[in-house]
């Protein structure tokens, strides 16, 4: 962190002495006011709900520009390594800090593909949900659960064990979203096959069986693959947040994550991608296309509190450069499965269509963000409503862990304490009340 050569100045118009405070800089983004001393000096702490300015950390992970609509991972714009590298590429990159070379990348490839495979008792442990339990449900369980079948990597102060549950956390998340997606349906679980690339692997653990050979589709496979890499990181959004909050109080790496996971679930958050194939599947019930319109008013009206999910953004306030590469994605996967006239996809262009051109939207910078088209492309794959924040839990496991380690190494790091503005009731005594 940079000294910058200016500094805030805070006074109060009741004429308390005025502070002094520390400007930082990073390498690009906005400066931040250091104001760590603020209540030692005043007494006062800051109010930000919603931490609509608030810098809670310091991190070379990842950056969002979101008025430039940019996305880089430790430098590389999204779009790069969408194009030219692989999901495992960019979870070394999240983790080191670089792209691999040829025998990193060999040996990091291996690494990951050979432990895959999940504790045997996870499949008993599985039985206690119900058939019908939602998988983030199930997975917030499974992903703690690890802890205890892992005793050897839950010291979150020795990096040899943060090493360690990173690459379990990695290469088992997609057997367990898998496992998760296998028991509700009632089939058997497919083991991995390691000599499959990362993608393939979960094809194949999702959709194969053991009555034949599974053949992984390169397209779906390339699609996956992608989906994984856009969801990757995305800086200290809600769930990074509470991984680093929870994580902060030293608890092991897999409870951490699994914070995380439940963070995600929500339909604010990763849950969007869930809600907006819901969303999408009511209209199509309502009557389709003709409907739109209706539905679209129906998001404009404030009372009604329904949203156009799948739109807008917290930090974008421009195309997210995700969406874009997801498009491109979602219209080669509806056109190797020959989906391109199905209806609900009809009814999802649809929506884009007018949304974008509606005043609304327009002045509110609303775009689609990466889930409307991540649902879509998830649907056509043949992936469960209800698991596709799985998905995107599997994805964001890199980041999440990523940014944990990032935070332990921190010579700055404290556990996370959030002060408050109280407005419940001064003191008073029970007596008075009878
Ligand atoms: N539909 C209709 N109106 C909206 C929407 C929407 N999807 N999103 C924002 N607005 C309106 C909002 O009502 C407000 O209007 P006004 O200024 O008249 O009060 C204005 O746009 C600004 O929105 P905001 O509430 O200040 O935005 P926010 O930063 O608090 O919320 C958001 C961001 C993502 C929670 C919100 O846009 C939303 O709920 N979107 C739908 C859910 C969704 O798709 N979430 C996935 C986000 S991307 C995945 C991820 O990174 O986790």
Not at 131 to 148: E, K, N
Not at 151 to 159: A, C, E, L, V
Not at 188 to 208: D, H, K
Not at 396 to 410: C, H, K, Y
């Amino acid at each position: 962190m940079k000294l910058a050569d200016n500094k805030a100045t805070l006074s109060f118009s009741n004429g308390g002495p005025s502070v002094d405070l520390p400007v930082y800089q990073g390498t690009v983004g906005p400066d931040v006011v250091d104001i760590r001393k603020l209540y030692a000096q005043t007494g006062m702490f800051t109010y930000d709900p919603g931490f609509l300015s608030t810098a809670a950390c310091q991190s070379a992970i990842t950056y969002i520009d979101g008025d430039k609509g940019e996305l880089l991972y430790r430098g590389y714009p999204i779009e790069q390594l969408a194009t030219q590298c692989d999901y495992l590429d960019t979870c070394y990159l999240l983790l080191n800090g670089e792209l691999p070379d040829a025998a990193q990348r060999g040996d990091f490839h291996k690494l990951v593909l050979h432990h895959t495979m999940v504790a045997e008792q996870m499949q008993f442990f599985l039985r206690g949900f119900r058939r019908d339990a939602h998988p983030m449900a199930i997975l917030t369980g499974l992903v703690g659960a690890l802890s205890a079948f892992y005793h050897d990597s839950t010291d979150i102060n020795n990096p040899r064990h943060r090493e360690i549950a990173a690459i379990r956390m990695i290469a088992k998340l997609p057997t367990l979203v898998a496992m998760a997606y296998k028991y509700g349906v009632g089939q058997p679980y497919m083991y991995p096959r390691n000599e499959l690339s990362y993608a393939g692997n979960f094809l194949r653990m999702m959709f194969g069986t053991p009555c034949e050979d599974y053949v992984v589709n390169p397209v779906l496979e390339r699609a996956l693959d992608r989906i994984f890499i856009l969801h990757a990181d995305h800086e200290q959004n809600a769930s990074t947040s509470t991984v680093r909050l929870c994580g902060s109080s030293g608890t092991n790496p897999f409870a951490a994550i699994a914070a995380g996971v439940a963070c995600l679930w929500g339909p604010a958050h990763g849950g969007a991608n869930e809600a907006c194939l819901n969303m999408l599947e009511d209209i199509q019930a309502q009557g389709g296309i003709s409907k739109v319109g209706e539905y679209m008013e129906k998001v404009k009206d404030k009372n009604s509190g329904v949203k156009l999910m799948g739109f807008g953004h917290r930090v974008y306030k421009n195309y997210d450069p995700r969406a874009k590469l997801m498009q491109e994605t979602c219209n080669e996967v509806l056109a190797e499965l020959g989906l391109e006239n199905d209806p609900l996809f009809k009814l999802a262009k649809e929506v884009e269509r007018i949304a974008l051109e509606d005043d609304y939207f327009v002045s509110r910078k609303l775009y689609p963000n990466v889930d409307f088209y991540s649902g879509i492309v998830q649907r056509a794959i043949g992936i469960p409503v209800n698991l596709f924040t799985g998905v995107f839990a599997l994805a964001r496991t890199v980041g999440w862990i990523a940014q944990l380690n990032e935070m332990i190494s921190d010579p700055e790091y404290k556990i996370g304490r959030p002060r408050q503005l109280y407005t419940g009731s001064v003191r008073r005594d029970i007596g008075a009340a009878k």
